[in-house]
Nanobody, 112 residues
């Protein structure tokens, strides 16, 4: 059973950057599609970025050109580099594996 642990969230001013990490346990990491989701207060959870096992990526329109998802299969880790952050990026960010396994989430707060 895969377990996911996110880290790297925090408070940042608008225009700043953060890098989130998601460490996965289990031996099947390299075969899993990995994704980042986010959920703002009172909103539904939404897909932010996704990366296939071959490294193909896709992004929500709201983060294209600002966020970058990557993976290091040797470290069983997926990353989300977030640049030019906006207050509307404030949310709890969740890592997801294979569409079924979730991490506990990490809070990202962007001040104006």
């Amino acid at each position: 059973q895969v377990q996911l642990v996110e880290s790297g969230g925090g408070l940042v001013q608008a225009g700043g950057s953060l890098r989130l990490s998601c460490a996965a346990s289990g031996s099947n990491f390299r075969n899993n599609v990995m994704a980042w989701y986010r959920q703002a207060p009172g909103e539904q959870r939404e897909l932010v970025a996704i990366i296939t096992r071959n490294g193909n990526t896709n992004y929500a329109n709201s983060v294209k050109g600002r966020f970058a998802i990557s993976r290091d299969n040797a470290k069983n880790t997926v990353y989300l580099q977030m640049n030019s952050l906006k207050p509307e990026d404030t949310a709890v960010y969740y890592c997801n594996a294979a569409g079924t396994v979730w991490g506990q989430g990490t809070q990202v707060t962007v001040s104006a």
